[in-house]
């Protein structure tokens, strides 16, 4: 007899359907007993302001590199993260030294100067391809306003959610009847323009010729996908969301405590992932123009990250870049613990933290500082790239679509594929 228990099995026997956790029956004997093979996720964490270079990259490359100050916060996991430099996304001169934050994951060049439009993000390339397995195709986090680094194929910004207690109540509690019955309005409405529009197509389809009929068919292409979006989304509607053994979120009214509301977005991920709500999560840790609420720390957050190599503002920095990494250290802690048949949590999360400045003293984007940890990629080493020539960052993006299972082979401004 078969012991292993489907998920999709339970679901239909047990009369309601609810997104579970990854549990052990869900894999059988036999798969515990080698690598379970549980959906991947991707989370990535850009902090606005920079990471100050010299306590975050290790001189040696490879394996046996000397740990650094901002390391050592991770030294338990040392096994688990890889360090990667001499990154950057090419031509990220635009019209202000932080306008690289909004295409840290499209590669866009020139962001923000004349005639310029975002292109998508790698988190939406991927959700494009897999999102609808899940309630969200993808979510936003920021840790103090409502901008993301999340863009549409059409280069438009989703916004992100700042408050911990909205994000849990979109995940874990249920709508009232009345909002459950205008959301499906919603989706109808949608549903109702595209065949609208799809019929209309098709009306004037034989008028066209040859190269006009290519287009359209990869029009009616882009509607069929859309339609069938619309109708996942449909049925997500309809289906309870899953339960879990934690209480809302109190949201922090404090702006200035960056770290406590670091924090309470850093605890949300794993029961996203855990209930398979969601694949993909991306993170602004928000640059602010006021003073941390952190021990030691007296000048604004921006100012000291243009600390002009003043060795007062370079230790303040280090005071909030250290919490951070602390509160980092906290999220693979959470992933560690969480367990999916043979493995845990942090095994199928590829966690991605760095930013989009490579130098915040002097807004320089070349050589960003990045962390890669989990995701079942071999880690315990510090990569380089072309310390003249930056290697592509879209290249590791590329890589990471492939840990994700979507085939292909260039994303943005790549090169190649990183190897990792």
Same mark, same amino acid.
């Given at each position: 007899?078969?012991?292993?228990?489907s998920?999709?099995?339970?679901?239909?026997?047990?009369?309601?359907?609810?997104a579970?956790?990854?549990?052990?029956?869900?894999?059988?004997?036999?798969?515990?007993?080698? @690598?379970?093979?549980?959906?991947?996720?991707?989370?990535?964490?850009?902090?606005?302001?920079?990471?100050?270079?010299?306590?975050?990259?290790p001189? &040696?490359?490879?394996?046996?590199?000397?740990?650094?100050p901002?390391?050592?916060?991770?030294?338990a996991?040392?096994?688990?993260?890889s360090?990667?430099?001499?990154?950057?996304?090419?031509? &990220?001169?635009?019209? @202000?030294?932080?306008?690289?934050?909004?295409?840290?994951?499209?590669?866009?060049?020139?962001?923000?100067?004349?005639?310029?439009?975002?292109?998508?993000?790698?988190?939406?390339?991927?959700?494009?391809?897999i999102?609808?397995?899940?309630?969200?195709?993808?979510? &936003?986090?920021?840790?103090?306003?409502?901008?993301? /680094?999340?863009?549409?194929?059409?280069?438009v910004?989703?916004?992100?959610e700042s408050r911990?207690?909205?994000?849990?109540?979109?995940?874990f509690?249920?709508?009232t009847?009345?909002?459950?019955?205008?959301?499906?309005?919603?989706?109808?409405?949608?549903?109702?323009?595209?065949?609208?529009?799809?019929?209309?197509?098709?009306?004037?389809?034989?008028?066209?010729?040859?190269a @006009?009929?290519?287009?359209l068919?990869?029009?009616?292409?882009?509607?069929?996908?859309?339609?069938?979006?619309? /109708?996942?989304?449909?049925?997500?509607v /309809?289906?309870p969301?899953?339960?879990?053994?934690?209480?809302?979120? /109190?949201?922090?009214?404090?702006?200035? @405590?960056?770290?406590?509301r670091?924090?309470?977005?850093?605890?949300?991920v794993?029961?996203a992932? &855990?209930?398979?709500?969601t694949?993909?999560?991306?993170i602004?840790?928000? %640059?602010?123009?006021d003073?941390?609420?952190?021990?030691?720390?007296?000048?604004?957050?921006?100012?000291l990250?243009?600390?002009?190599?003043?060795?007062e503002?370079?230790?303040?920095?280090?005071?909030?870049?250290?919490?951070?990494?602390?509160?980092?250290?906290?999220?693979?802690?959470?992933?560690?613990?969480?367990?999916?048949?043979?493995?845990?949590?942090?095994?199928?999360?590829?966690v991605?933290?760095g930013?989009?400045?490579g130098?915040?003293n002097?807004?320089d984007?070349?050589?960003?500082p990045?962390?890669?940890?989990?995701?079942?990629?071999?880690?315990?080493?510090?990569?380089?790239g072309?310390?003249?020539?930056?290697?592509?960052?879209?290249n590791?993006?590329?890589?990471?679509?492939?840990?994700?299972?979507?085939?292909?082979?260039s994303f %943005?401004?790549?090169?190649g594929?990183?190897t990792?």
């Amino acid at each position: 007899m078969n012991s292993t228990l489907s998920r999709r099995t339970f679901l239909r026997t047990s009369g309601v359907s609810l997104a579970l956790p990854f549990m052990d029956a869900m894999w059988g004997r036999r798969a515990l007993a080698v @690598d379970a093979a549980p959906p991947k996720r991707l989370v990535t964490i850009c902090s606005s302001l920079g990471i100050y270079g010299p306590d975050f990259f290790p001189e &040696q490359a490879g394996e046996g590199y000397q740990s650094t100050p901002y390391l050592e916060t991770l030294k338990a996991h040392r096994n688990e993260f890889s360090i990667l430099s001499n990154l950057s996304n090419p031509d &990220q001169n635009g019209r @202000d030294g932080h306008a690289s934050e909004m295409t840290w994951l499209t590669g866009a060049r020139h962001p923000g100067l004349g005639g310029f439009r975002n292109t998508i993000s790698v988190d939406q390339f991927i959700a494009e391809k897999i999102g609808y397995e899940t309630r969200y195709p993808s979510l &936003q986090f920021n840790t103090g306003g409502s901008g993301s /680094q999340s863009y549409t194929r059409s280069g438009v910004m989703i916004p992100a959610e700042s408050r911990p207690s909205k994000i849990f109540a979109k995940l874990f509690l249920d709508g009232t009847p009345d909002e459950i019955k205008t959301q499906m309005r919603k989706l109808h409405e949608g549903r109702s323009i595209m065949d609208t529009v799809g019929e209309e197509a098709k009306r004037l389809e034989k008028r066209f010729g040859s190269a @006009d009929r290519d287009k359209l068919d990869e029009y009616f292409t882009s509607v069929r996908e859309m339609e069938q979006r619309l /109708q996942k989304a449909e049925a997500w509607v /309809q289906k309870p969301k899953p339960k879990v053994d934690s209480t809302v979120p /109190q949201d922090i009214q404090d702006e200035k @405590d960056l770290i406590g509301r670091m924090n309470l977005l850093f605890e949300l991920v794993p029961l996203a992932f &855990q209930t398979d709500s969601t694949r993909l999560i991306t993170i602004v840790i928000q %640059g602010r123009g006021d003073v941390p609420t952190i021990p030691g720390v007296k000048a604004d957050h921006h100012n000291l990250s243009h600390h002009g190599q003043d060795p007062e503002k370079i230790t303040q920095l280090r005071l909030i870049e250290t919490a951070q990494m602390t509160a980092l250290n906290g999220l693979l802690d959470r992933l560690k613990a969480k367990k999916e048949g043979a493995k845990n949590l942090l095994d199928s999360t590829a966690v991605f933290y760095g930013s989009n400045l490579g130098n915040a003293n002097s807004h320089d984007w070349h050589n960003l500082p990045i962390l890669l940890a989990g995701g079942g990629f071999k880690h315990g080493r510090h990569v380089t790239g072309d310390a003249k020539n930056n290697t592509p960052m879209c290249n590791l993006f590329v890589r990471l679509m492939q840990n994700m299972g979507v085939e292909a082979e260039s994303f %943005g401004t790549s090169t190649g594929v990183l190897t990792i």
